[in-house]
């Protein structure tokens, strides 16, 4: 059953903890993604990466960093650096066309 | 001005009318297009994308792109109370293919 599954579902953190949100892929994409979502906002890019070992920063990298060391693999870090983490962070994985398919989604709050 | 631009509704359709959802874009050279529903606390489905000038049907769902006008829409026929949902459009980026622009998204509400 080939799908995108993010984890945890909800996550809460505490004022200068780092936490980390797993996204695993069995669709043998190549290019994976993170987003952030806003209550009554699109999504905007964080980091994305089109192959393993590499990734580029989005539009809003600042607070956070990624490692993409397994094609299936693609785990976001919210550090503390990051002012303002409470969102729903979504990751996304590409095949060969332009089109992207995206996990369940993981839903981080700020104690 | 922002790059995918949508009325962020809510708009209000009767049961078994037509809902039609507009999007416009600011990048010309933008190559593909896409319609994504996410319905309340989930993530968002892919349920069209569209590459060409012209109309592009799947079942109840019409999208329709314009490149001339940077405009692209999304009909949805016979309209049912499940698809009650914010829908997304969502915009490659000329410079960067792999990249996708998303609105913010119309809210549609199906009123039985």
């Known amino acids: 059953d080939g799908g995108i599954t993010q984890s945890p579902k909800y996550l809460f953190r505490k004022e200068g903890q780092n936490v980390t949100l797993s996204c695993e892929q069995n669709?043998?994409?190549?290019?994976m993604y993170w987003y952030r979502q806003d209550p009554g906002q699109g999504l905007r890019l964080i980091y994305y990466s089109q192959i393993v070992n590499d990734f580029q920063k989005g539009d809003i990298a600042e607070g956070y960093s990624v490692s993409r060391e397994k094609k299936e693999s693609f785990p976001l870090t919210v550090t503390s650096a990051q002012k303002n983490p409470t969102a729903f962070y979504l990751c996304?994985?590409?095949?060969?066309?332009?089109?992207?398919?995206f996990g369940p989604g993981t839903r981080l709050t700020v104690l | 001005q922002k790059e995918v631009e949508q009325n962020s509704g809510p708009l209000s359709v009767p049961e078994g009318a037509i809902a039609s959802l507009n999007c416009t874009y600011s990048?010309?050279?933008?190559?593909?297009f896409f319609w994504y529903r996410q319905y309340s606390g989930k993530s968002p489905e892919l349920i069209m994308f569209i590459y060409s000038n012209g109309d592009k049907e799947d079942g109840r769902f019409t999208a329709q792109l314009n490149k001339a006008s940077q405009y692209v829409s999304l009909l949805i026929r016979d309209s049912q109370p499940s698809d009650s949902a914010t829908y997304l459009c969502a915009v490659t980026r000329y410079s960067s293919a792999s990249k996708i622009i998303f609105g913010s998204g119309t809210r549609l509400s199906i009123r039985p």
């Open positions: 996304a994985s590409r095949g060969g066309g332009d089109e992207q398919f």
């Open positions: 990048d010309r050279g933008s190559q593909s």
């Open positions: 669709l043998n994409h190549d290019a």
